[in-house]
């Protein structure tokens, strides 16, 4: 199986800064890797899919990107809704697997 | 709007069998692979399981295999979850969802509880 492991597994920020969220996969997974967004108590959101395309309607200050076993989440200016939880997911092969999550928080 | 909405969960006892259903809405759901995915309280998210587009290939993750079986009736426009022998590590709320590599939509989730 495919590990992922994402980090850090909790951060802290102030409205308006640059935030970066890392996930390296086990072994290669080319571009096969997707971004969600959740907020407590409801389903988690696409952000981000094939590692830098951005999901419609999502707004353009998320951007994702790396290939074969090292991805990043950037948030260019975080907003007041952007602090929840944020997960990465491989793709590339079954078991499809999830990072364990990163959960932004304000400072 | 593509929409998908989940139910069946509820409180068994360890051993026990519950029926989660989604109900798919808004796209050609037949076009479509179609996967559950889990959550325990406090916890990150897990792949359980996906079907094809058709019905005739499907995979499970290592911890439910033997265990749960997934289906679909594109007639309905449902895929379903067959939990046997539930354990207490089963308890989480379940999520359906698109599948095409990536999750999208997701439900809104269903709270199975597996406990005596």
């Known amino acids: 199986d495919i590990q992922m492991t994402q980090s850090p597994s909790s951060l802290s920020a102030s409205v308006g800064d640059r935030v970066t969220i890392t996930c390296r996969a086990s072994q290669s997974i080319s571009s096969y890797l997707n971004w969600y967004q959740q907020k407590p108590g409801k389903a988690p959101k696409l952000l981000i899919y094939a590692a830098s395309s951005l999901q419609s309607g999502v707004p353009s200050r998320f951007s994702g990107s790396g290939s074969g076993t090292d991805f990043t989440l950037t948030i260019s200016s975080l907003q007041p809704e952007d602090f929840v939880s944020y997960y990465c997911q491989q793709s590339n092969s079954t078991p499809w697997t999830f990072g364990q999550g990163t959960k932004v928080e304000i400072k | 709007q593509v929409q998908l909405v989940e139910s069946g969960g509820g409180l068994v006892k360890p051993g026990g069998s519950l029926r989660l259903s989604c109900a798919a809405s808004g796209f050609t759901f037949s076009d479509y692979y179609m996967s559950w995915i889990r959550q325990a309280p406090g916890k990150g998210l897990e792949w359980v399981s996906y079907?094809?587009?058709?019905?005739?290939?499907?995979y499970y993750a290592d911890s439910v295999k033997g265990r749960f079986t997934i289906s679909r009736d594109n007639a309905k426009n449902s895929l379903y979850l067959q939990m046997k022998s539930l354990r207490a590590e089963d308890t989480a709320v379940y999520y359906c969802a698109r599948a095409a590599g990536w999750f999208h939509p997701w439900g809104q989730g269903t709270l199975v509880t597996v406990s005596s």
């Open positions: 079907i094809s587009s058709s019905g005739t290939t499907s």
